[in-house]
């Protein structure tokens, strides 16, 4: 047996009320610390501000009173004179005396020019005093700090000016341990005076307030922002960039303790904890308490609500005391009453459509379940509202509940006897009825399709709609619930496209959409696995009855379904949107054979024919480009061709698409030429090179003066437009010399040559070689 079974139920709620408690009080105490230790970092980084704000505030003014000691000194007379002089020792006697009159640690005296004149450092002087004459830099007094033999100096500039005297007085002022010291003492802080010489160095400390050691160099490591608070190990720092010259950095690093900051801190985490414990001390008693009193009522309780649960009618426990347990009782049974009410909503409105109070398709397809179930039969009825979302978008969703209303009312009227009515979506209606004889199906669907169709009076206005109507007998049309919303669905469509009142399902017709499913379903895998098949048919020069060109058309066996039909699985390509695929693979193919036929010596064009989905595709004109980029260097070679409809269905995008083929250097021909609807001045406009006529009209040219008229009219005018004519399906020798007489540029048909593999081309090159001698010579002797 399980831990929590040999607890019982009262062991189990003491022990869920400690760990709640233990659980609640854990995490406010954590909280509690953490809010603590927040706090007490924040009063260290307000207190670290406050002195931030001292320090600046130090140097400030220590800078104004030096400036202004350094003002009277650059005023004094003496010092005016001594300058003037120009005599060096009297310089360098002046220029002492009165910078330690002004404190100045160093005293450096520069020309106009920049030269040094005085200095009061005994050691080689550093250029100090370029930074602070800068190009752009403000006139008057300045201000750097630098950085020499490992003391920091604030060093500070004043102009001495006089009658045909000019100069500048360079004073430097230690950052030393007494400054460290005064800003500590106002602070609060302890105080660091910090410097290095290059970005790649560690600082050097210059100058360090208090008694302790000094910290490790990575505990003073600023942030990447100089004003964020720092959270090292051992103190609360934060660090003032004084800035310098190019070659030296200053900072200040103001410190605070972290262990004398956080005593409160550990101080209160402490009382924290002894109440934390206190708490769970009284919880533990109050729960021990309340297990005692409340176990077994909350038992008897749990019991009921197991069975109310369980969907039963159990009879509510007595209790002898009444306040919660009681009130928890009765909220027991109020829900189980309230669930039983919504239990059967919820059944309601799983089976029902919530407008008209129909059955809805659940409904129906439980009742057509039960039906193959019994193995019985039944005429189904089916009623679909063509233009119900038009009265919703126009006239209001309340407006189109209310045509649903009606149509529900009449169908109930009309088909009293029908197992089930339902509305299985939108404006769709099914109903099930008793099996009758087909007159009597025909004559009742006609009769109803007619009292749908007559006037509706809604908000006292007649309104009638269009219905179409289809009619399925169960189960000898559908014999399970997937045969029967498929075939539903065909019927539907097959209703909507031919304008009848009442279409009948007629079995097999199913067969031809599954084929097609099955073929747009396979066409990807044939196309990634090379399952298609590419054949070429010569296209003969009929001047010189030499191969110049060969036409790609593209072949499928199926493996289940045999042969299809081009026409077939390019049509369901554009349907199913996998046409640009087929496109890319055909490119890819024939760009293949091409190459390879250029290897064996055969220099043949190739004609390939585009879609009039292909027109409106972005990317043809870079995968014609892409798959023909080292085959010839003359892509006038590579013909596409496109039928007079699939210019026509988008003419703009058409055109557009054309343009940029052209550019591209291909050949542009116009497919089945004369069966399309497009216009001369259309014809015109089109960027094409080529016509080629529909073989309709070649087929019997040697025996229909009418097609010879058309033939020969259409060569002439496309000559006069300068385009060339292909001709195709040549039957027979006598087409063939016609079109030459006619002066037909190319010519292909069964006649000349069926179409072959790619791997065949050579061999029929060969052969129509031999016939090219057969018929020059018959083509004279016909002349003749």
């Given at each position: 047996m399980?831990?929590?079974?040999?607890?019982?139920?009262?062991?189990?709620?003491?022990?869920?009320?400690?760990?709640?408690?233990?659980?609640?009080s854990?995490?406010?105490?954590?909280?509690?610390m953490?809010?603590?230790?927040?706090?007490?970092?924040?009063?260290?980084?307000?207190?670290?501000?406050?002195?931030?704000?001292?320090?600046?505030?130090?140097?400030e003014?220590?800078?104004?009173?030096?400036?202004?000691?350094?003002?009277?000194?650059?005023?004094?007379?003496?010092?005016?004179?001594?300058?003037?002089?120009?005599?060096?020792?009297?310089?360098?006697?002046?220029l002492?005396?009165?910078?330690r009159?002004?404190?100045?640690?160093?005293?450096?005296?520069?020309?106009?020019?920049?030269?040094?004149l005085?200095?009061?450092?005994?050691?080689?002087?550093p250029?100090?005093?370029?930074?602070?004459n800068?190009?752009?830099?403000?006139?008057?007094?300045?201000?750097?700090?630098?950085?020499?033999g490992?003391?920091g100096?604030?060093?500070?500039?004043?102009?001495?000016?006089?009658?045909?005297?000019?100069?500048?007085?360079?004073?430097?002022f230690?950052?030393?341990?007494?400054?460290?010291?005064l800003?500590?003492?106002?602070?609060?802080?302890?105080?660091?005076?910090?410097?290095?010489?290059?970005?790649?160095?560690?600082?050097?400390?210059?100058a360090?307030?208090?008694?302790?050691?000094m910290?490790?160099?990575?505990?003073l490591?600023?942030?990447?922002?100089?004003?964020s608070?720092?959270?090292?190990?051992?103190?609360f720092s934060?660090?003032?960039?004084l800035?310098g010259?190019?070659?030296?950095?200053?900072?200040?690093?103001?410190?605070?303790?972290?262990?004398?900051?956080?005593?409160?801190?550990?101080?209160?985490?402490?009382?924290?904890?002894?109440?934390?414990?206190?708490?769970?001390v009284?919880?533990?008693?109050?729960?021990?308490?309340?297990?005692?009193?409340?176990?077994?009522?909350?038992l008897?309780?749990?019991?009921?609500?197991?069975?109310?649960?369980?969907?039963?009618?159990?009879?509510?426990?007595?209790?002898?005391?009444?306040?919660?347990?009681?009130?928890?009782?009765n909220?027991?049974?109020?829900?189980?009453?309230?669930?039983?009410e919504?239990?059967?909503?919820i059944?309601?409105?799983?089976?029902?459509?919530?407008?008209?109070?129909?059955g809805?398709?659940?409904?129906?397809?439980?009742?057509?379940?039960?039906?193959?179930?019994?193995?019985?039969?039944?005429?189904?009825?089916?009623?679909?509202?063509?233009?119900?979302?038009?009265?919703?978008?126009?006239?209001?969703?309340e407006?189109?509940?209310k045509?649903?209303?009606?149509?529900?009312?009449?169908?109930?009227?009309?088909?009293?006897?029908?197992?089930?009515?339902?509305?299985?979506?939108?404006?769709?209606?099914?109903a099930?009825v008793?099996?009758?004889?087909?007159e009597?199906?025909?004559?009742l669907?006609?009769?109803?399709?007619?009292?749908?169709?007559?006037?509706?009076?809604?908000?006292?206005?007649?309104?009638?709609?269009?219905?179409?109507?289809?009619?399925?007998?169960?189960?000898?049309?559908?014999?399970?619930?997937?045969?029967?919303?498929r075939?539903?669905?065909l019927?539907?469509?097959?209703a909507?496209?031919?304008p009848?009142?009442?279409?009948?399902?007629?079995?097999?017709?199913?067969?031809?959409?599954?084929?097609?499913l099955?073929?747009?379903?396979?066409?990807?895998?044939?196309?990634?696995t090379?399952?298609?098949?590419?054949n070429y048919q010569?296209?003969?020069?009929?001047?010189?009855?030499?191969?110049?060109?060969?036409?790609?058309?593209?072949?499928w066996?199926?493996?289940?379904?045999?042969f299809?039909?081009?026409?077939?699985?390019?049509?369901?390509a554009?349907?199913?949107?996998?046409?640009h695929?087929?496109?890319?693979?055909?490119?890819?193919?024939?760009?293949?054979?091409?190459?390879?036929?250029?290897?064996?010596?055969?220099?043949?064009g190739?004609?390939?024919?585009?879609?009039?989905k292909?027109?409106?595709?972005?990317?043809?004109?870079?995968?014609?480009?892409?798959?023909?980029?080292?085959?010839?260097?003359?892509?006038?070679?590579i013909?596409?061709?496109?039928?007079?409809?699939?210019?026509m269905?988008?003419?703009?995008?058409?055109?557009?698409?054309?343009?940029?083929?052209?550019?591209?250097?291909?050949?542009?021909?116009?497919?089945?030429?004369?069966?399309?609807?497009?216009?001369?001045?259309?014809l015109?406009?089109?960027?094409?090179?080529e016509?080629?006529?529909?073989?309709?009209?070649?087929?019997?040219?040697?025996?229909?003066?009418?097609?010879?008229?058309?033939v020969?009219?259409?060569?002439?005018?496309?000559?006069?437009?300068?385009?060339?004519?292909?001709?195709?399906?040549?039957e027979?020798?006598?087409?063939w010399q016609?079109?030459?007489?006619?002066g037909c540029?190319?010519?292909?048909?069964?006649?000349?040559s069926?179409?072959?593999?790619g791997?065949?081309?050579?061999?029929?090159?060969?052969?129509l070689?031999a016939?090219?001698?057969?018929?020059?010579?018959?083509?004279t002797?016909?002349?003749?």
């Open positions: 399980r831990l929590a079974e040999r607890m019982g139920f009262r062991g189990r709620l003491i022990a869920a009320m400690i760990a709640l408690v233990v659980l609640v854990l995490v406010i105490g954590a909280l509690l953490v809010y603590l230790f927040e706090d007490e970092k924040s009063r260290a980084g307000e207190q670290l501000t406050i002195g931030e704000r001292m320090a600046r505030e130090i140097l003014r220590r800078t104004d009173l030096n400036l202004s000691r350094l003002s009277v000194v650059v005023q004094d007379f003496g010092f005016r004179s001594a300058v003037a002089s120009g005599d060096p020792a009297t310089i360098d006697s002046a002492e005396n009165h910078s009159r002004a404190r100045a640690d160093f005293a450096l005296l520069v020309s106009s020019a920049g030269d040094l005085a200095s009061t450092l005994n050691h080689q002087v250029d100090v005093w370029s930074p602070l800068q190009p752009g830099s403000p006139p008057g007094s300045a201000r750097t700090f630098i950085h020499i490992g003391q100096y604030e060093v500070l500039n004043v102009p001495v000016e006089g009658p045909g005297l000019r100069a500048t007085l360079v004073a430097g230690a950052l030393d341990q007494p400054l460290a010291d800003i500590a003492r106002l602070s609060g802080t302890e105080v660091i005076f910090r410097a290095r010489t290059n970005a790649d160095e560690a600082f050097q400390v210059l360090a307030t208090g008694s302790r050691e910290p490790m160099e990575q505990e490591t600023p942030a990447p922002q100089a004003r608070l720092l959270d090292p190990a051992r103190y934060r660090t003032i960039n800035g010259t190019s070659a030296s950095e200053i900072e200040i690093v103001l410190m605070i303790s972290r262990e004398a900051s956080l005593q409160n801190y550990y101080a209160r985490a402490k009382e924290i904890a002894l109440l934390v414990s206190a708490i769970l009284f919880a533990i008693l109050l729960a021990l308490i309340i297990a005692r009193y409340l176990g077994k009522p909350l008897q309780l749990a019991d009921y609500a197991r069975a109310v649960g369980d969907g039963e009618n159990p009879t509510p426990p007595e209790f002898r005391t009444g306040g919660e347990l009681k009130r928890l009782r909220a027991l049974g109020d829900m189980l009453v309230g669930l039983r919504r239990e059967a909503q059944r309601y409105a799983a089976t029902h459509d919530d407008v008209t109070g129909l809805n398709r659940n409904a129906l397809m439980q009742s057509v379940r039960e039906l193959f179930d019994e193995q019985g039969a039944c005429t189904l009825i089916g009623v679909r509202l063509d233009d119900l979302s038009d009265v919703n978008d126009t006239l209001g969703l407006f189109g509940d045509v649903l209303t009606g149509i529900a009312e009449r169908l109930q009227t009309e088909l009293p006897d029908a197992r089930i009515i339902a509305r299985t979506g939108g404006g769709e209606f099914l099930l008793p099996p009758r004889s087909p009597h199906v025909d004559s669907t006609r009769r109803l399709h007619g009292v749908i169709e007559s006037p509706l009076q809604i908000n006292t206005t007649p309104f009638s709609i269009h219905a179409v109507m289809v009619t399925m007998e169960l189960p000898a049309d559908a014999g399970n619930t997937n045969e029967l919303r075939r539903l669905n019927i539907f469509e097959q909507q496209e031919h009848e009142p009442v279409t009948r399902y007629q079995p097999g017709q199913d067969e031809s959409h599954l084929r097609e099955q073929i747009i379903s396979d066409l990807h895998t044939a196309i990634t090379n399952g298609l098949h590419m010569p296209k003969l020069d009929t001047r010189s009855g030499r191969l110049v060109q060969v036409e790609a058309l593209v072949r066996i199926h493996p289940e379904l045999g299809v039909s081009p026409e077939e699985f390019i049509f369901l554009e349907q199913s949107g996998q046409i695929d087929l496109t890319a693979h055909i490119l890819e193919r024939v760009a293949a054979d091409t190459r390879a036929w250029m290897e064996q010596g055969i220099e043949a190739v004609a390939i024919n585009l879609s009039a292909d027109l409106t595709w972005p990317a043809l004109t870079d995968h014609v480009a892409e798959n023909f980029a080292d085959w010839h260097p003359d892509l006038k070679r013909t596409l061709e496109v039928t007079e409809s699939a210019l269905e988008d003419p703009a995008e058409a055109l557009a698409t054309l343009d940029r083929l052209k550019a591209l250097g291909v050949t542009l021909s116009v497919d089945d030429f004369g069966t399309g609807y497009s216009s001369l001045s259309q015109r406009k089109l960027p094409v090179q016509l080629k006529i529909d073989k309709s009209f070649v087929l019997k040219l040697d025996t229909e003066p009418q097609d010879q008229l058309i020969k009219s259409t060569i002439d005018m496309a000559h006069g437009l300068g385009l060339k004519v292909v001709a195709e399906g040549i027979s020798l006598q087409a016609l079109l030459q007489q006619w540029d190319l010519a292909q048909g069964f006649y000349l069926r179409p072959v593999a791997a065949e081309l050579a061999e029929t090159a060969k052969a070689a016939r090219h001698q057969e018929l020059t010579q018959r083509t002797e016909y002349s003749q």
